[in-house]
């Protein structure tokens, strides 16, 4: 019951995206059609739930004081977690263009933007300082992640049905966006009280 509650909570009550503002570049970027967005959603899972792993190892083995080296060198967590990421997303970058071209063209310059996704470093800070357990933390990467997908979907197919809608010249393009992303925040908001567990 304690991972379910990790995972709702990561997922909805404290959204990356609409509560913590992690992630917006690509959430306003890529949420132009579902696919896409469904496809930017995946890729950020795979990229934090792998990266989150890996720096979880990195932080315990080599940065923390009770690591290998028996030094406190937890100060060089968010350049070496910088560095994880990068790798992550040029690997996934490399699968992406060649074994799913399509995804690929239409991801276009936002792949390569999962690697300064402040979401991706975000949640390998937080467990990194968080969770001792790994277990315990990346079954929050996995709600956070998780999280990200459900809003950017959403918001990708609230955007499709305004396509076919008035809006005023003045609200076209990205002001209509943030509006929509900041009622979906509001509506959000209404999981704060959800009682689980």
Same mark, same amino acid.
Request: proline residues 0%; neutral net charge.
């Given at each position: 019951m304690e991972y379910i509650v990790i995972i709702v909570s990561a997922a909805l009550i404290s959204n990356v995206v609409l509560s913590r503002f992690l992630g917006i570049c690509a *959430? +306003? @970027?890529v949420s132009n059609k579902v696919e896409t967005a469904k496809g930017m959603g995946l890729a +950020?899972? *795979?990229v934090i739930l792998i990266a989150t792993a890996v720096t979880f190892g990195i932080n315990t083995l080599f940065l923390e004081k009770t690591g290998i080296f028996n030094i406190d060198l937890t100060y060089l967590q968010t350049i070496a977690f910088i560095l994880v990421i990068a790798c992550l997303v040029q690997f996934l970058e490399m699968f992406l263009k060649r074994f799913i071209p399509s995804l690929y063209k239409a991801l276009g310059i936002y792949l390569p933007l999962i690697t300064t996704n402040c979401a991706v470093l975000g949640v390998a800070l937080t467990v990194a300082q968080d969770y001792s357990d790994f277990a315990k933390g990346m079954t929050y990467a996995f709600g956070t992640s998780? @999280? *990200?997908c459900i809003s950017i979907v959403l918001?990708?197919?609230?955007r499709e049905k305004l396509e076919d809608n008035d809006i005023p010249e003045s609200f076209k393009g990205k002001p209509i966006v943030l509006i929509m992303a900041c009622l979906m925040a509001i509506a959000f908001t209404g999981f704060s009280n959800l009682n689980i567990g």
């Open positions: *959430f +306003v @970027g +950020v899972i *795979f998780l @999280g *990200f918001l990708a197919s609230i």
